[in-house]
């Protein structure tokens, strides 16, 4: 009866999504309700990694990281693992054939959160979005259209962008903790102690090309996941903009947010234009 552990461990992985992203879990329920399961094991376990690495500092955390790694490969391999956020993520990856190489991809990236080297030139900084958010996107791109390689490959450009556009709005949302917590510099060549309006506004535009190119992806995507994809772009363009309203030094003062009341408006309005095909 081995459907009642996956059950189980898709419950888990619901859970995970649910308790740590309001965001991504309003996105999720805007999804056709047979992507729901995968999409929130994916979730599930990027999550997890990125705990890791983020919050567990009285910990082992080189350790950690690597028996997560070791265990994620024996779950793909034996079809099934005791970690219930692991044997979720398993299925997906079987079930939709995911690729190795960005699950690799994105766990070198977060390995990089490992080092004592928290500063990223220009290369770290691409290698760091690619494998922490572009190949997450390709992720579920490989479940939203369920098997169609040429659809895949089609859309393979806007899945990164939207990725991007969504990790770098993240490290401006949490430039203060990142930085003062953390000790962590995402962004090359950029002061956080001096962070200015001309540097605000440079990483403002390339976000920018980001969500556009994003945009013209989402058009095209099945119609069982585009309402879903298009709220979490609504979401976090929204929190963009209020970002951008902001002068520099509120960036580095607080964590902006979007209230869960306006996250529920930002719904109601996306589910409607998308039924309208308005997106």
């Known amino acids: 009866m081995k459907h009642l552990f996956d059950s189980v461990s898709a419950k888990c992985s619901k859970m995970t999504t649910i308790a740590y992203s309001t965001s991504f879990s309003f ?3 805007a999804l056709d309700k047979k992507l ?56 997906v990856v079987n079930d939709y054939q995911i690729e190795w190489s960005l699950i690799n991809t994105f766990l ?11 500063s ?24 939203f ?36 917590y953390l000790g962590r510099t995402y962004f090359p060549g950029v002061n956080m102690v001096e962070f200015s309006e001309e540097d ?3 990483i403002e535009s390339d976000i920018e090309e980001d969500f556009d190119d994003a945009l013209e992806g989402i058009k095209n995507l099945p119609f069982s996941s585009r309402g879903g994809v298009y709220l979490a772009y609504i979401y ?6 209020k970002i951008k309203s902001l002068p520099s030094s509120r960036v580095m003062e607080e964590r902006i947010r979007i209230p869960n009341k306006d996250k529920l408006a930002l719904m109601v309005q996306s589910m409607i234009k998308n039924q309208l095909n308005l997106i």
């Not at 990223?120 to 791109?141: F, P, R, W």
């Open 200 to 202: 605000k506004i440079k």
């Open 36 to 91: 729901h399961a995968p999409i929130y094991g994916i979730y599930g376990f990027v999550r997890f990694a990125d705990e890791i690495v983020d919050t567990f500092h009285d910990y082992d955390k080189h350790r950690l990281f690597h028996k997560f790694k070791e265990d994620t490969i024996e779950a793909i391999e034996s079809k099934i693992s005791l970690n219930p956020i692991l044997n979720s993520f398993q299925k």
């Open 27 to 29: 996105g999720i329920k």
């Open 145 to 180: 259209v369920n098997g169609d390689e040429e659809q895949y490959e089609s859309l393979k450009p806007a899945a990164m962008s939207l990725g991007s556009a969504f990790q770098k709005v993240n490290f401006l949302r949490d430039a203060n903790s990142d930085f003062s």
């Open 108 to 118: 070198d990236s977060m390995e990089m959160d490992l080092n004592e080297e928290q």
């Open 120 to 143: 990223y030139d220009t290369d770290k900084y691409n290698k760091y979005i690619l494998g922490s958010a572009e190949v997450v996107g390709l992720m579920c791109l490989k479940v």
């Open 236 to 241: 976090y363009y929204n929190l963009f903009r």
